[in-house]
């Protein structure tokens, strides 16, 4: 634990008033154990009663304080400040992929509408009144644990690189919020739910970055539960998807040639018989063979396959 | 399924394109109009709403966005007598809350309650709440303090977000049947002459004022234990319901009974459940002596939680705590073994080891009382209708349920798990009531210009002054005055000194300075705001156990250590008189089955 002076370097910006984003300091006397919403709190009643940013439970349950400390999303109440300084200097942001309302306050609306897309309620079998509980083993119980502990901060959404290019992806809470009912046991809407899931935006967008995870204060893991869905997808069979032809193109000329099959892989993924998706790809295998960068037309092939596709029986085996 | 976000306007978001019935325009600007207008979004909010989506116009106003209601902090359990794990009734349910009230619970509100505890837990069930599973696949449950059978139905140690988690996805399914005003911040109750006609509200993110008026207002706007230095409760819970409707010149009932929960992590006041001690935890003070068995040798640890609070404060005001300055107990964990601690207990494990930095595998946990939990509030009949006075008489077309309510099912002192069962059972409730009492009930005329001028000047007092006094230290001598003169024990000298502090205080912040001048998402103003709350709602805690000259369930009075039924079986009610000033009033308790009978465990 580091006492003394910490310098917290503070984005502020009021787009009411403010033509840009400014960086405005203020100087803490750290105390051991002191987590970030304190220094926050400290430096509002005692410095500066302007300063904006959201906060509520300060226990980690609510979601409210999340925001960017040294580029990386945390939850402010939670983060001890004494492992963030860095010579003696702390950076806070709001969280990205997101509008700024006011300093470290965003604008959440797109993040709450992102749910609405995985329709974020159970859909039960039956609509039997409820005279007990409907039975649950622990083991099926413990398939949902970690996406039900997901508290909605946003942290995860923040750093989401996909999202940062691409606003329509679900992201990453949405994500694990389907996940949690993919993997109920009580929901009967999960093949319709994993159809509507492997398509665009959904989880064949995710690039596995790991950044999601990496940020999650709570059990959620969203990279986790994201491969969990894309595992199953796969299994019961949501092949008719760009994400799903992807991966068994992949898996197809790594089995045939022991190697990617670069001119292939594009073509299975949009479908051979899709003639939109293939002019729509047109216009860029032209311009990497205008540049010289398209794949060799005659395919290379290793010169052990067969030792390749060992491998592919061994996993085959172990997964059963 | 819609794969295109529709978001409605900012700060509250409208679940489907299709809906109807929000914002009204009238002449004079933007009216909001809707049959039903709730505040707050924790488990009783958004449990009426789902009973009133589909039927009624209705709306929900919320400080925070919904998911981020405090009910989701509540950790151990929901009660119910499903006897998954033993032979539990709803008889012993009803009998262990009204002893643990220490008789002052209307006892035909918590047979209500414990009647409905089970249905309850299986609607939440089906509506897709996860629970922790027995070995039969059926709900688990666990000990909880006050509770003579395993009762506590929970999910891990995550049953409040569980359950809030599970209504807040009930509102995207309810699409654009219920408008939710995230965000926005209730100001003002509306009330004349014993008619509810709307609340005015402010949107947070751009400072507008606006008058909501409805057929009928729920408040479910939660507890008001932020005025306390140690405290488990959101920087949220400043009692904002409490104090609109004693400014609408209803009273408040029961303000002096706070509960004080026995595990607060040390200085930080969080909460470490009770559950912890449901699965078996032990409290050791500094000689590392488990010392409930002198205060509790029936139930130990778990006796209910005033007289553990109590049992700690005196381990350490007579020396025996632990720590450099001996000044809290220890929850010791570690004979649970790590398995069971990561699978029962995930929450504590981990705040432990983030606030304090403390592995509860290997060491044991500093603990200490923390304001948790606001049995008193607004006064309410059995289907959640508010009371207008002493005599019973309802107010019309206002109805209040969960912690901001006093029904009262908890008296003296709340047994942990009911809390979140009365928020679901009377939530619902309120529900049904409020769809029969809409359908008679008339919209009527609101003087929208004088509502939110009314608003408007006292917020420009406090804003646009050249005053000096700084908010900060005004709220921080509070919640210190509260905590160590107003505490877990009281004295008539003691609440005489906070009594005298608190309305110093009151002066003080007649002239506090707010630096904040812009509109938008001002939060300096709604901390000042919030303040002017806590300062008014502390009095009444003070009053109110100055009062009460006798020791009941969470209010304990070293001058008068006994309970005293002949003079105090009785629940006090607070009237805010045309000066400012305050008048108690009582009204008696409601007894069926059980006559008082001594509290021992």
């Not at chain 1, 105390?31 to 919403?37: R, S, V, W």
């Not at chain 1, 413990?142 to 329509?168: F, H, R, W």
């Not at chain 2, 976000?5 to 933007?30: F, K, N, P, T």
């Not at chain 2, 979140?420 to 619902?428: D, I, K, M, N, W």
Request: net charge negative; aromatic share 8%; charged share 25%.
């Amino acid at each position: 634990m580091s006492n003394g002076e910490v310098t917290f370097i503070i984005e502020r910006f009021d787009p009411e008033k403010d033509t840009a984003p400014y960086p405005q300091e203020y100087k803490v006397i750290l105390e051991p154990g002191q987590t970030l919403l304190n220094c926050l709190n400290n430096i509002k009643w005692t410095q500066d009663q302007t300063l904006a940013y959201r906060y509520s439970c300060g226990s980690a349950i609510c979601g409210s304080c999340a925001m960017r400390i040294n580029g990386k999303a945390v939850l402010a109440c939670k983060t001890q400040v004494s492992d963030c300084v860095k010579d003696g200097v702390i950076r806070l942001a709001p969280i990205g992929n997101t509008k700024v309302v006011r300093d470290l306050v965003v604008d959440l609306e797109p993040f709450w509408n992102a749910l609405k897309r995985v329709r974020p309620y159970l859909t039960p079998d039956s609509q039997d009144a409820p005279e007990k509980e409907r039975e649950q083993t622990a083991e099926e119980f413990s398939k949902i644990d970690p996406s039900t502990t997901c508290i909605m901060c946003g942290a995860c959404y923040s750093d989401c690189n996909v999202l940062e290019v691409d606003n329509q992806f679900l992201g990453p809470v949405a994500l694990a919020k389907a996940h949690r009912f993919i993997f109920d046991s009580r929901d009967g809407g999960g093949h319709q739910r994993l159809t509507e899931i492997s398509e665009t935006n959904g989880i064949w967008d995710c690039t596995h970055c790991g950044e999601c995870t990496t940020r999650c204060p709570t059990e959620t893991k969203p990279l986790s539960r994201i491969e969990e869905i894309k595992v199953k997808a796969m299994a019961e069979g949501h092949h008719g998807n760009a994400g799903a032809r992807h991966v068994l193109g992949f898996r197809e000329t790594v089995g045939r040639r022991g190697l990617l099959d670069e001119n292939y892989l594009p073509l299975r993924t949009v479908g051979f018989f899709n003639i939109p998706g293939l002019l729509s790809i047109m216009p860029v295998g032209l311009r990497m063979m205008w540049r010289g960068k398209n794949p060799p037309m005659i395919p290379h092939y290793v010169d052990k396959v067969g030792e390749v596709n060992n491998i592919f029986a061994r996993f085959e085996e172990f997964r059963k | 399924m819609k794969w295109t976000a529709q978001s409605g306007e900012r700060g509250s978001y409208i679940l489907d394109l299709e809906c109807g019935g929000a914002g009204q325009y009238s002449e004079r600007g933007v009216m909001y109009s809707h049959d039903v207008v709730i505040v707050g979004s924790g488990l009783a909010g958004l449990r009426a709403a789902q009973e009133l989506a589909g039927n009624l116009d209705v709306a929900i106003i919320t400080k925070v966005y919904p998911s981020r209601s405090h009910s989701g902090a509540a950790q151990g359990g929901v009660a119910a007598a499903l006897a998954n794990m033993d032979g539990d009734s709803i008889e012993a349910h009803i009998y262990d809350t009204v002893k643990g009230s220490d008789f002052l619970g209307d006892q035909d509100a918590i047979e209500i309650m414990c009647n409905d505890a089970p249905r309850t837990i299986y609607e939440m069930e089906h509506l897709g709440c996860p629970f922790s599973r027995t070995d039969e696949n059926k709900i688990a449950q666990r000990a909880f303090g006050g509770h003579s059978f395993l009762r506590a139905c929970f999910s891990a140690d995550r049953t409040g977000h569980a359950l809030l988690h599970t209504l807040f996805e009930q509102t995207y399914k309810m699409g654009g049947k219920l408008q939710v005003y995230s965000e926005w911040y209730m100001t003002r109750l509306i009330v004349e002459d014993g008619v509810c006609k709307g609340v005015v509200a402010m949107d947070i993110a751009t400072g507008r004022m606006e008058v909501f008026s409805a057929k009928v207002v729920l408040f479910a706007s939660g507890g008001y234990g932020r005025s306390f230095e140690i405290t488990s409760n959101a920087y949220a819970n400043t009692g904002d319901g409490a104090i609109a409707t004693y400014r609408a010149g209803l009273p408040l009932q029961d303000m002096e009974f706070v509960q004080f929960h026995p595990t607060g992590l040390y200085q930080h006041g969080i909460l470490l459940s009770e559950a912890a001690r449901g699965e078996g935890g032990y409290l050791l003070n500094g000689n590392g002596e488990r010392f409930m068995d002198k205060y509790a040798p029936g139930k130990m640890e778990l006796a209910p939680r005033d007289i553990v609070s109590r049992s700690e404060q005196t381990e350490i005001n007579e020396g025996r705590g632990a720590g450099p300055d001996k000044d809290y107990v220890l929850l010791d964990l570690r004979h649970l073994g790590e398995a069971k601690i990561l699978e029962r207990l995930p929450q504590i494990y981990h705040l432990a080891k983030d606030f304090l930095g403390v592995d509860a595998v290997t060491d044991p946990v500093p603990t200490q009382p923390t304001a948790h939990y606001s049995m008193g509030g607004i006064p309410t009949d059995n289907d959640c209708q508010v009371i207008l006075d002493e005599t019973g008489a309802k107010v019309e077309g206002f109805f209040a349920a969960g912690e901001c309510s006093c029904v009262s099912v908890h008296g003296a002192n709340r047994l942990g798990t009911n809390s979140l069962l009365e928020a679901l059972v009377f939530g619902r409730r309120a529900g049904k009531k409020i769809l029969e009492a809409a359908s008679t009930a008339k919209s009527s005329s609101i003087d929208e210009k004088r509502e939110i001028a009314a608003v408007r000047a006292g917020i420009d007092k406090i804003v646009n002054t050249s005053a000096k006094e700084e908010l900060h230290p005004i709220r921080k001598e509070l919640k210190n005055v509260m905590t160590y003169k107003a505490g877990v024990y009281r004295s008539g000298s003691e609440l005489a000194e906070a009594h005298k502090k608190v309305t110093e205080l009151q002066e003080r912040f007649k002239h506090v300075r707010v630096d904040d001048k812009r509109e938008n998402f001002n939060t300096n103003m709604l901390e000042a705001i919030e303040l002017g709350h806590m300062l008014e709602y502390s009095e009444l805690i003070v009053a109110g156990a100055e009062a009460r000259e006798e020791s009941r369930g969470a209010h304990a009075r070293t001058d008068f250590p006994t309970r005293d039924d002949e003079k105090w079986l009785n629940h006090t009610m607070a009237f805010r008189k045309g000066d400012g000033g305050y008048e108690l009033k009582y009204r008696p308790v409601v007894i069926t089955r059980f006559e008082p009978e001594e509290r021992k465990y």
